[in-house]
């Protein structure tokens, strides 16, 4: 009995191994901050993301 056991257990981590993880939702930001991330960034002269997110926030909220 022990074998059915474990064959049932190990078909059952099978089918959990290949179900995919659903795929984060991207809303219009994430594809508008990807857009122009590195050339608000160039613009600022900066490598740290804060200014970088505010100067892409301000700008989305006047469009």
Do not use: C, G, Y
Request: hydrophobic fraction near 45%.
């Amino acid at each position: 009995m022990e074998h059915a056991t474990t064959t049932v257990a190990n078909r059952i981590s099978e089918v959990q191994h290949r179900v995919r993880p659903p795929k984060p939702v991207r809303t219009a930001f994430a594809f508008f901050v990807q857009d122009n991330f590195v050339k608000i960034a160039r613009q600022l002269n900066t490598r740290s993301p804060l200014p970088v997110m505010k100067v892409l926030a301000r700008k989305w909220k006047k469009a």
